[in-house]
C-alpha cells in the first residue's frame, strides 16, 4: 500500500513544495515493518524507488 499511496501523493506535494522535475522527495512509513520510500517526477509520470518485501502472492487464472 505504501507505493501506491506514494504515487499518489507525489505530484501533490512536488507542486506544494516547488519541488523541480527530477529531484526525488523521500517519504518514512511510520508503522511496525517501517520503510523508506523515495519519489520523483518525470514529466506526468512518477518514478518510485525503494526496497521492497513480499508479502502476498497469487496467481491469476485466466
Do not use: F, I, K
Request: glycine share 16%; charged share 15%; proline share 6%.
Amino acid at each position: 500500500m505504501t507505493g501506491s499511496a506514494h504515487c499518489v501523493l507525489a505530484p501533490y506535494w512536488t507542486a506544494a513544495l516547488g519541488t523541480p522535475d527530477g529531484r526525488p522527495l523521500t517519504g518514512l512509513q511510520v508503522s511496525p515493518r517501517g520503510g523508506t520510500v523515495q519519489v520523483r517526477m518525470s514529466g506526468d509520470r512518477v518514478e518510485l524507488g525503494g526496497r521492497a518485501r513480499t508479502v502476498l502472492e497469487g496467481l491469476l487464472a485466466v
